[in-house]
């Protein structure tokens, strides 16, 4: 059973877009939502995260935007780069206060283009 | 990739034999976990574990086992019971148990083919 569904499975956006990657989840209980970012034969990095108690986060280019009502939130990229095209994961866990388990979408592979 | 290392990069094994994942990292993390990675379906949870001499199964353990008798090291073991080893596995630690502090950083994965 996916808890966590992501789409698009895939996404071209040109140099300069914006580029959005779109996650749903089913558990309530779910309090953390980090994306990763993967770029190929290496491992994900913690991209940016955020919690339910805010509707938006933002660093840099990257924006999480949160909706708890609707148990969805997305991963906005401003002004694409070629440097940002990457295979990008949405995650779900709750905070137990024990080693927490992530529960990951299925990935989105970006293609930034000149 | 954080001070985790994994070997080998790239694992070959027959149908029917064991083989050991490495897993380090000089991170001086409590918590280390062990994902697999498939085309399609994102990272599943295989085992993790809180301290030395403990661990937990994961969502997908049947087939695999794991040790943790030093804090650096966590190897994980695929089995013959494997059904479908052919994957990428990506072995993760993090300092803590919170999770938005305590961020898990991941090693460079090991590519394991079965031939």
């Known amino acids: 059973q996916q808890q966590v569904k992501q789409s698009p499975q895939s996404l071209i956006v040109q140099k300069g877009g914006i580029s959005i990657i779109n996650c749903a989840y089913e558990?309530?209980?779910?309090?953390?939502f980090p994306w990763y970012q993967q770029f190929p034969g290496k491992g994900p990095a913690l991209l940016i995260a955020?919690?339910?108690?805010?509707s938006e986060k933002k660093e840099g280019r990257f924006t999480i935007s949160f909706n708890k009502s609707a148990k969805q939130f997305s991963l906005h990229i401003m002004d694409s780069q070629p440097g940002d095209s990457a295979t990008y994961f949405c995650a779900a866990t709750i905070d137990t206060g024990t080693a927490s388990k992530l529960t990951f979408g299925t990935g989105t592979r970006l293609q930034v283009t000149l | 990739d954080g001070g985790i290392t994994q070997s080998p990069k790239y694992l070959f094994r027959k149908e029917g034999q064991n083989v050991t994942l490495s897993c380090e990292q000089n991170?001086?993390?409590?918590?280390m976990y062990w994902y697999r990675q498939d085309p399609g379906q994102g990272l599943r949870l295989i085992y993790y574990s809180q301290i030395v001499n403990d661990f937990q199964k994961g969502d997908i353990a049947e087939g695999y086992s794991v040790s943790r008798e030093k804090k650096e090291s966590f190897p994980l073991t695929v089995t013959s019971a494997q059904k479908n080893p052919t994957a990428f596995y990506l072995c993760?630690?993090?300092?803590?148990?919170?999770?938005?502090?305590?961020?898990?950083?991941f090693g460079p994965g090991t590519r394991l083919t079965v031939l």
């Open positions: 993760a630690s993090s300092q803590g148990l919170a999770v938005d502090t305590d961020t898990q950083y």
């Open positions: 558990n309530t209980a779910f309090d953390y």
């Open positions: 991170l001086n993390h409590d918590a």
């Open positions: 955020i919690r339910p108690d805010v």
